[in-house]
């Protein structure tokens, strides 16, 4: 009891102390964006958090873009002074001045879940880690990989959705976007290996961006675990993988851990196991985790709208039907799927995986009228264009019009981020995503089986229940 009145009087002099310190600092800097910084500490997170958990993460942004008439505000989030910046003129401007006035910023908790060997920050590693994608994730390099996706989707479809009559959608797509990351990266397929990293995997995932409270119980506790036991597994795989490649038993260029292992930095230095077990660790995050709420809501647009169902089956059966048997899907088949993109496009406008992401200023700044300080983070919300109606008219109308001829206008359409941070892995990305609508609606139609399915958002949308459905084969 007592130990329960001492934190209390702790957590209450932070507090005060925290309060007059904003206040302070609010007086010393004029002209802050109109806005509230919420509770102590916890500012607007469980705002912002539960309008996601309820389905509705926009509602943040809206509510506070009516309340203020402005397309920048001032917050608190995840325990930071923050403003967020509106629209795509806010998205323009943090994209163009990524490092002049912005850099890439995560929350502590990322840097906890992800603690780089190295004692340099996530921001740090990721820079690192961006120099050394291109190579592997150019459109070049890609068309390699296309025959290893459909083989990998043959294979996913026939165990996990053939002769069944129902199936739940979201474990399967994770699954599958797993599968093939494993693949790529780490030469990784056997189905049993590859179900030991998944669990830990999600729960690794929706620990990201919490509250990072490390208690017995928490989701971030949860995912730090996950991370130790992970990084264990993947040192395991590192120490193999060099023991062949000095034998000759693997090759210097078949996957990312490969060129890692072989790769070193300006100063002639080798990343160490440790390091390469972090970075490989992130790939998979990036390279599943959002593909996967992509494909399943895929499914969740084609089963309520059959119109666009039959779009998308014309065009895959035509090239179904161009192929020999066995043949595999290539780079030209993938260009023949115009109007699949579209549908996946407007999927992701509507369901956004990345639904936004920190910066940091950099140095004191002017936007609007308003002055940023140094220090603040700032964070852009891709359903501030998504869903507004001066942008995307009917914004929730599913229509993959929009994306014809030049499509939507520059900075409005950003499911991948922009400018110098725009995702490495957006081609990858398109790759795996057709390859999938390829394979499902060349086998078969389905219904939704809760036809209001609640959408969650933690911290990417996934169907609350998974997405159950009930399978038609189509006729041979």
Known sequence: MEFFFVSLLSL?????????HFLFYKSKVKN?????????VLGESLEFLSAGWKGHPEKFIFDRITKYSSQVFR??????????????????????????????????????????????SSKEEAIKMRKMLPNFLKPEALQRYIGIMDTIAQRHFASGWENKDEVIVFPLAKRYTFWLACRLFISVEDPDHVARFADPFDLLASGLISIPIDLPGTPFHRAIKASNFIRKELVAIIKQRKIDLAEGKASPTQDILSHMLLTSDEN????????????????????HDTASSACAFIVKYLAELPEIYEGVYKEQMEIAKSKAPGELLNWDDIQKMKYSWNVACEVLRLAPPLQGAFREAITDFMYNGFSIPKGWKIYWS?????????????????????????????????????????????????????????????????????PDEKIVVNPMPIPAKGLPVRLYPHKA
């Open 32 to 40: 802050l964006p109109p806005g509230k910084t919420g509770w102590p």
């Open 268 to 287: 002639g230095k080798f990343m160490n196991e440790l390091d390469i077990a972090d970075k490989i660790l992130g790939l998979l995050i990036g390279g």
């Open 12 to 20: 209450f002099v932070i507090s005060v102390s925290l309060s007059l």
């Open 75 to 120: 917050t608190s989030l995840l325990g930071e002074q923050a403003a967020v910046f509106c629209g795509a003129a806010g998205n323009k401007f943090l994209f163009s001045n990524e490092n002049k006035l912005v850099q890439a910023w995560w929350p502590n908790s990322v840097n906890k879940v992800f603690p780089s060997s190295t004692q340099t």
């Open 382 to 450: 891709a359903n501030s264009t998504h869903k507004n109606p001066e942008v995307f008219p009917e914004p929730m109308k599913f229509d993959p019009s929009r994306f014809e001829g030049s499509g939507p206008a520059p900075y409005t359409f950003v499911p991948f981020g922009g400018g110098p941070r725009m995702c490495p892995g957006k081609e990858y990305a398109r790759l795996e995503i057709l390859v999938f609508m390829h394979h499902l609606v060349k086998r078969f139609k389905w219904d939704k089986l809760i």
